[in-house]
């Protein structure tokens, strides 16, 4: 299975100690339940044609705790998982790119995730966003980012997810996922902000992404995003893997 293998590749670095949660695998109808875990099922599902695959999943290692979920195409995706795919993007980059004051809490950012799916009839049924602690529960509070009212204020050092999503019940399932690390940003303002910096270093797929729905800004921050993931991982890879990451950290444009 997909998710064998994957903890297989995470054994390869030393300092995995365990994973920090059932990893979610998930193909077609499948997806689409948001804590769908396989091992619970009687048999695995299969990887479907011209469909998405989603991958939630994560390890305990001596030197951070990782959560991550990414979307990926199996074949030629229809124009309507690619629209819903590109509005979770926008929400993942509006709450990434947020400029908040001091005593904000998760529940008044939200919405920032939610607003482009709103547009269109969509919403997800989880919250955006969770703590995350070493080496103790993966989905640590008191903070979160959701709808639910909230009064924790999201102060800097902590460490939350960004994760929103859309599922089509018995069609498809989408997320798209970073930890991002809470800190001071200057501004030109009276005041320093709150911001985010994301902890995670993996591509988005491209493939999914409908540029047209996109705006300079986040076609912007698509590609400092994906150079940085180059820049740190490259130097990391043989040839190969070298290849694969260059086209998939490629820039995009209109």
Request: with cysteine; hydrophobic share 35%.
């Amino acid at each position: 299975m997909l998710a064998d293998t994957l903890y297989q590749f995470r054994q390869q670095d030393d300092q995995l100690v365990d994973l920090s949660f059932d990893t979610i695998s998930a193909a077609g109808g499948n997806a689409a339940m948001c804590h769908y875990n396989h091992n619970n099922q009687p048999k695995p599902s299969v990887i479907e044609s011209n469909n998405v695959y989603l991958v939630d999943s994560g390890g305990q290692y001596y030197d951070g705790t990782t959560d991550i979920t990414r979307t990926v195409p199996v074949g030629e995706c229809s124009a309507e998982i690619k629209k819903a795919f590109t509005l979770v993007l926008k929400g993942h980059i509006a709450l990434a790119t947020a400029l908040f004051p001091k005593g904000t809490s998760g529940s008044q950012l939200d919405a920032l995730a939610r607003q482009y799916l709103w547009q269109h009839g969509y919403d997800f049924d989880h919250g955006t966003g969770h703590g995350v602690g070493h080496f103790l529960d993966v989905h640590e509070g008191p903070q979160r980012i959701s709808k639910a009212p909230n009064s924790v204020a999201l102060l800097p050092g902590m460490v939350v997810s960004n994760e929103p999503g859309y599922y089509r019940a018995d069609a498809f399932g989408i997320r798209i996922e970073n930890l991002e690390l809470i800190e001071e940003k200057p501004t030109e303002g009276d005041m320093t902000m709150l911001g985010f910096a994301s902890l995670t270093r993996a591509p988005i797929d491209r493939r999914l992404v409908d540029v047209s729905l996109l705006s300079e800004a986040e076609i912007q921050w698509w590609n400092r995003y994906h150079q940085t993931v180059w820049d740190e991982i490259s130097p990391h890879l043989d040839d190969q893997d070298q290849a694969w990451l260059k086209q998939a950290t490629a820039p995009l444009s209109r």
